[in-house]
């Protein structure tokens, strides 16, 4: 029984606790807290989850929380569960504040994203946080393609960032994407604005292109700075594997933007010198859209012919008038190289 000489000492329920441990029986492992004060760890409260406490020794020095201030036998009440849990969450807590890099192991997937283990607390990894070389590019959005790219993940171990910790709703997020940016944003160091970079193309998307170049480092090359010609798909031009040449033009954090066309002066700046408003040239059609058609003047300039201009004539239907491929006879209506335009009407 707690003695009234102890009660200096006596912790309180769900407080830490450490100690040495004094006993072990087939009853459980009795543990002595300083002074008089042992207590008793019995049952599923010996699991830590860890394994830390799995051979434990005599005199070994142990952490528990406790449970009751006495039990049966006049003890404490102890747990080494409990203790390992709220190890685990504190541990969580101090990763999110450092954010320090951790390994997360992959244990199952959703249509939302990867559940995943950091330590031995488990958590989830959205779609949306991973890294490009991870991120499920499926055509169309299927969701059941991109959970079957999901489970290829399975047991695989990611770098991750803690960014979200509740203990009480049990509820942890990590990203990949922010770990990524975090060890990218170091080696940038040694790359300025303005650096060219030789990389190859890892990933290709609607709005650009992904380039892994350097250690490691990734940038985008957004669609819009390809080519100075108009590129409606970046598929069009590049595929995964290929080898490719670009210049930095943004470092922003661990983020690098990436750019083709600024290796090479601007073709439109010479544009008003090559095509007068007025004149007559020879195209060939690249495009036709509910808008009209692209016209490839030469291999720098491209022009677009309205299609309001194209059916003035009477046709409606401006599929009639041209097809893609063919070359044709246009006349200069409008020309803006600083917005990179010219427009064209049929001859």
């Known amino acids: 029984m707690l003695r009234a000489s102890d009660r200096f000492a006596i912790p309180k329920v769900a407080e830490l606790v450490s100690g040495e441990v004094l006993d072990i029986s087939k009853n459980g492992i009795v543990v002595t807290l300083g002074g008089t004060l042992t207590g008793l760890v019995r049952g599923k409260e010996l699991d830590d989850e860890s394994g830390q406490y799995s051979k434990l020794s005599i005199g070994d020095k142990v952490e528990a929380t406790v449970l009751e201030l006495e039990n049966e036998q006049g003890m404490l009440e102890l747990s080494f569960r409990q203790a390992g849990h709220r190890k685990a969450w504190d541990m969580l807590t101090e990763f999110q504040k450092s954010g320090e890099i951790v390994d997360a192991k992959i ?204 059916t003035r004539a009477g046709e409606p239907d401006m599929h009639k008038l041209l097809k893609i491929g063919e070359v044709r006879k246009f006349k200069v209506l409008s020309l803006e190289p600083a917005a990179h335009r010219l427009g064209l009407g049929l001859v």
Do not use: C
Not at 123 to 139: A, D, I, K, M
Not at 179 to 208: K, P
Not at 273 to 298: I, Q, S
């Open 107 to 310: 244990i199952d997937a959703n249509k939302g994203g990867l559940m995943v283990k950091v330590g031995n607390v488990e958590g989830f990894l959205p779609v949306s946080q991973l890294t490009v070389e991870h991120y499920p590019r499926v055509e169309g959005g299927d969701k059941n393609r991109i959970l079957d790219r999901l489970r290829e993940y399975m047991n695989q171990i990611f770098h991750v960032k803690v960014i979200t910790v509740r203990e009480r709703e049990e509820k942890l997020i990590v990203s990949e994407k922010a770990a990524w940016e975090r060890e990218q944003h170091a080696q940038l160091s040694m790359y300025e604005v303005g650096a060219d970079v030789t990389g190859h193309v890892t990933g290709v998307v609607d709005f650009g292109v992904f380039v892994e170049f350097g250690d490691g480092l990734e940038g985008l090359v957004h669609i819009s700075e390809l080519a100075w010609q108009r590129i409606d798909n970046p598929s069009d031009i590049v595929k995964v594997g290929d080898t490719i040449h670009a210049k930095i033009i943004a470092i922003e954090g661990g983020k690098v933007s990436l750019s083709v066309k600024k290796l090479v002066a601007d073709p439109w700046k010479q544009a008003a010198e090559k095509y007068k408003v007025g004149e007559e040239v020879t195209g060939k059609v690249l495009k036709l859209n509910p808008y009209g058609a692209f016209v490839e003047l030469d291999a720098e300039i491209h022009g677009l012919a309205h299609v309001s201009e194209l």
